[in-house]
């Protein structure tokens, strides 16, 4: 089954503050800080192709503690990032591929939109 679930919502602030934030390195596990602990970087150098390894914190509920993730496209000019699983995480769960898609989109000169796609391809 593939599919895809998409949320967005306004935030009171610049498009281009905002990609200052989900631009970063990390921010995919930092904006998250009561599920995730840290997250190290494999490889690369926040680019495409970077691998980055977060840790759960115990006792979160979460179904894994770690997993590897490929940042796969960075536009910082049409401001969208794309992450996929690479190694354990959702591919250990049945998962054939898992991946979130981040676009920060102006909306004024003092608000955006923040749209988060989530696609991924699962046999049931």
Not at 35 to 54: R, S
Not at 55 to 62: L, S
Not at 105 to 123: F, R, W
Request: charged residues 25%; glycine residues 10%.
């Amino acid at each position: 089954m593939i599919g895809t679930l998409s949320d967005e919502f306004e935030v009171n602030v610049p498009a281009h503050e905002a990609w200052a934030l989900y631009g970063k390195l990390e921010f995919t596990y930092i904006c998250v800080p009561d599920l995730f602990d840290k997250v190290d970087v494999l490889n690369g150098d926040g680019g495409p192709g970077t691998i980055l390894q977060p840790f759960t914190k115990p006792g979160t509920g979460a179904l894994f503690h770690t997993n590897e993730d490929e940042i796969s496209k960075v536009d910082d000019k049409n401001m969208v990032k794309e992450v996929r699983a690479s190694k354990g995480g959702y591919l250990s769960l049945g998962f054939n591929s898992y991946g979130v898609r981040f676009e920060v989109i102006k909306k004024s000169e003092n608000s955006c939109i923040i749209k988060v796609t989530v696609h991924y391809d699962v046999t049931l």
